[in-house]
T-cell receptor
Framework: AQSVTQPDIHITVSEGASLELRCNYSYGATPYLFWYVQSPGQGLQLLLKYFSGDTLVQGIKGFEAEFKRSQSSFNLRKPSVHWSDAAEYFCAVAPGTNAGKSTFGDGTTLTVKP | ETGVTQSPTHLIKTRGQQVTLRCSSQSGHNTVSWYQQALGQGPQFIFQYYREEENGRGNFPPRFSGLQFPNYSSELNVNALELDDSALYLC???????????FGPGTRLTVT
């Protein structure tokens, strides 16, 4: 069975500082990985996805993530955080190519200090 | 292009009652997935419908059931509501159970 762990429940960074959110996954085959963002009271928006190929993937809003098979990790990064990035971030893994059967981590809440 | 919509936005029910939540998929999408997101947790997969047939189910009891209609809209039905069913219910649509899914804003269900 697949699983996702997001070790950091809550992270606080200053505006303009860099950000890294951690994600570790467990999946028997080649994983299909995602990062989503959720603002309060809203649904989830896809930031980026990895299926194959280049292990560094670029997403929307200036985010990127790096897939490291040896570490079973898919960490999300942003070089300079904006106040509008404050939200909850979820990492997810899907079986095969069916994104609609994803398993999610419990999320990391990002607070941005002015 | 219309995105994924869900209704109602909020709902309050009493333990033991039944509830129906609705979802309209994004134009052209024939696959709908439902997720339950309890407070402070990530979404949990309930089930998926593809071309009106159930196409996989997560670890949820049979009192959680669904339907998908010919226009690919969908319903989630929950019978015999329990307090632990209080959650945000998210619907997501995709094309041919494919590479990306698009989420609706969710329905907040409170069971008292």
């Amino acid at each position: 069975a697949q699983s996702v762990t997001q070790p950091d429940i809550h992270i606080t960074v200053s505006e303009g500082a860099s950000l890294e959110l951690r994600c570790n996954y467990s999946y028997g085959a080649t994983p299909y990985l995602f990062w989503y963002v959720q603002s309060p009271g809203q649904g989830l928006q896809l930031l980026l996805k990895y299926f194959s190929g280049d292990t560094l993937v670029q997403g929307i809003k200036g985010f990127e993530a790096e897939f490291k098979r040896s570490q079973s990790s898919f960490n999300l990064r942003k070089p300079s955080v904006h106040w509008s990035d404050a939200a909850e971030y979820f990492c997810a893994v899907a079986p095969g190519t069916n994104a609609g059967k994803s398993t999610f981590g419990d999320g990391t809440t990002l607070t941005v200090k002015p | 292009e219309t995105g994924v919509t869900q209704s109602p936005t909020h709902l309050i029910k009493t333990r033991g009652q039944q509830v129906t939540l609705r979802c309209s998929s994004q134009s052209g999408h024939n696959t709908v997935s439902w997720y339950q997101q309890a407070l402070g947790q990530g979404p949990q997969f309930i089930f998926q419908y593809y071309r009106e047939e159930e196409n996989g189910r997560g670890n949820f009891p049979p009192r959680f059931s669904g339907l998908q209609f010919p226009n690919y809209s969908s319903e989630l039905n929950v019978n015999a509501l329990e307090l632990d069913d209080s959650a945000l219910y998210l619907c997501a649509s995709s094309l041919e159970h494919g590479y990306e899914q698009y989420f609706g804003p969710g329905t907040r269900l409170t069971v008292t």
